[in-house]
């Protein structure tokens, strides 16, 4: 893990970067309950890996989350990423002004459908905030602090994130997006693909 995280860290300076606030690393079964930090762990074949880049490019700051596998994944890993992936989709396609951030974080589910006692042990997970000239920034999209009743406008830019744990324990999916809101709804700008989940074992880099 910490490999992956000195080869990002390399690679953003190297590209530009005027600053890496963090890079983070999760694989396996660190990554059930969640891990905010990352290990010198080594990653083996059938593993969930998620990465969280955050960094910053012309005063500006990115943060959003990717997953992959170490070579082929289980249903229960598949069945993790693709719930996941559910939870942004429905979150995202209800972004356009004068929607509040409680509605979006509406569709999300609650801390104890998902594994966790309460939504402050859940923190996060499920979870949105805006991102500019610093990372976290309002507005705040999350169900343990409900009442961010205040409207989208346009021209926000926000990262609405998910997380589900696999249910054999062996790993989880962390997928995060970045939005720009417009004048009818929003732009993904986070232009990486997370439509899939993609191998990074496999030759060709396969996605399930």
């Given at each position: 893990e910490n490999e992956l995280v000195a080869i990002a860290n390399d690679r953003l300076f190297r590209m530009g970067a005027e600053r890496v606030e963090c890079v983070n690393s999760v694989s396996g079964r660190r990554g059930r309950p969640h891990s905010h930090t990352f290990s010198d762990r080594m990653i083996q074949p059938g593993d969930m890996i998620f990465?969280?880049?955050?960094?910053?490019?012309?005063?500006?700051?990115?943060c959003y989350y990717r997953t992959f596998i170490c070579g082929e994944p289980n249903k229960?890993?598949?069945?993790?990423y693709e719930t996941a992936s559910k939870w942004i989709s429905a979150s995202i396609d209800l972004v356009r002004p004068g929607v509040t951030p409680d509605e979006v974080a509406s569709v999300w589910p609650d801390a104890q459908e998902f594994g966790y006692r309460d939504e402050a042990e859940a923190f996060l997970l499920q979870y949105g905030h805006g991102v500019g000239l610093s990372l976290w920034e309002r507005p705040i999209f999350s169900k343990r602090f409900r009442g961010q009743n205040r409207p989208l406008v346009e021209g926000m830019v926000f990262?609405?994130?998910?997380w589900k744990g696999a249910d054999d324990g062996s790993g989880a999916a962390r997928i995060e997006e970045e939005v720009v809101v417009t004048k009818d709804g929003c732009e993904i700008i986070t232009n990486f693909p997370s439509d899939r989940l993609i191998s990074c074992g496999l030759p060709g880099c396969e996605v399930f």
């Amino acid at each position: 893990e910490n490999e992956l995280v000195a080869i990002a860290n390399d690679r953003l300076f190297r590209m530009g970067a005027e600053r890496v606030e963090c890079v983070n690393s999760v694989s396996g079964r660190r990554g059930r309950p969640h891990s905010h930090t990352f290990s010198d762990r080594m990653i083996q074949p059938g593993d969930m890996i998620f990465l969280d880049i955050m960094h910053a490019f012309n005063g500006y700051r990115t943060c959003y989350y990717r997953t992959f596998i170490c070579g082929e994944p289980n249903k229960h890993q598949i069945d993790a990423y693709e719930t996941a992936s559910k939870w942004i989709s429905a979150s995202i396609d209800l972004v356009r002004p004068g929607v509040t951030p409680d509605e979006v974080a509406s569709v999300w589910p609650d801390a104890q459908e998902f594994g966790y006692r309460d939504e402050a042990e859940a923190f996060l997970l499920q979870y949105g905030h805006g991102v500019g000239l610093s990372l976290w920034e309002r507005p705040i999209f999350s169900k343990r602090f409900r009442g961010q009743n205040r409207p989208l406008v346009e021209g926000m830019v926000f990262a609405l994130e998910t997380w589900k744990g696999a249910d054999d324990g062996s790993g989880a999916a962390r997928i995060e997006e970045e939005v720009v809101v417009t004048k009818d709804g929003c732009e993904i700008i986070t232009n990486f693909p997370s439509d899939r989940l993609i191998s990074c074992g496999l030759p060709g880099c396969e996605v399930f």
